[in-house]
């Protein structure tokens, strides 16, 4: 069982719609998650980082960390052309042994369409 | 402000050549990490450089080693290239202790033919 498990989709929905993206994993230890956005043919560029539990919001971003159940989800309103990308979820323990990687979900590749 | 700088963005290698990838991370950022990004996959933690020192080291046979320089740049080689060596190469930079507050470059795209 890999670390963390990302469905890689593809995932098509029509501008203006919510888009709903999850991950789960199995290492406890893990403390921060964070998403990241990933336009083709560039390097992934963070959106979302939420310490330990609880919800965060962003403008129309909103990522969600519930550690009982080891899912986090990220949360897309009114989804633009423009959000066409992979999203990927990332996550590092808070201290200790490993604690400076990302352990990377496989990315989920979201199409936009107007 | 210059984000994360790679160099280069495109290479093709042949099978049990060596390869050199450089980084230059962003203005006042100290700590260097590299990922390999398969086809299709997340990127997979390599190693993490801080003041010229390996801090912490992923799953990575030692034909991939680097180094970091006085100026927090650095460089990813990988000896005796194999054809699963394919992948996109992404640095990424931090400051000090940070757990989260990576930036990543757009990285180099090595084909191993």
């Known amino acids: 069982q890999k670390e963390v498990e990302q469905d890689p989709g593809p995932l098509s929905v029509p501008e203006g719609a919510i888009v709903s993206l999850n991950c789960t994993y199995s290492?406890?230890?893990?403390?921060?998650f964070m998403w990241y956005r990933q336009y083709s043919r560039k390097g992934p560029e963070l959106l979302m980082y939420?310490?330990?539990?609880g919800n965060k919001e962003d403008g129309r971003f909103t990522a969600q960390v519930d550690k009982s159940s080891k899912y986090i989800s990220l949360f897309i309103r009114d989804s633009q052309p423009s959000d066409s990308a992979t999203y990927l979820c990332?996550?590092?323990?808070?201290?200790?042994?490993?604690?400076?990687?990302?352990?990377f979900g496989k990315g989920t590749k979201l199409s936009v369409i107007p | 402000d210059a984000g994360v700088t790679q160099s280069p963005t495109h290479l093709i290698k042949t099978r049990g050549q060596q390869v050199t990838l450089r980084c230059s991370p962003k203005?006042?950022?100290?700590?260097v990490s590299w990922y390999q990004q398969a086809l299709g996959q997340g990127p997979q933690f390599i190693f993490q450089?801080?003041?010229?020192?390996?801090?912490q080291r992923g799953n990575f046979p030692d034909r991939f080693s680097g180094h970091q320089f006085p100026n927090y740049s650095s460089e990813l080689n990988v000896n005796a290239l194999l054809l699963g060596d394919s992948a996109l190469y992404l640095c990424?930079?931090?400051?000090?202790?940070?757990?989260?507050?990576?930036?990543f470059g757009s990285g180099t795209r090595l084909t191993v033919v």
């Open positions: 939420t310490y330990s539990s």
């Open positions: 203005s006042g950022h100290d700590t």
């Open positions: 990332a996550m590092t323990r808070g201290s200790g042994a490993g604690s400076y990687q990302l352990t």
């Open positions: 290492n406890s230890a893990f403390q921060y």
């Open positions: 990424a930079s931090s400051p000090g202790a940070s757990n989260y507050g990576y930036t």
């Open positions: 450089y801080y003041e010229e020192e390996e801090r």
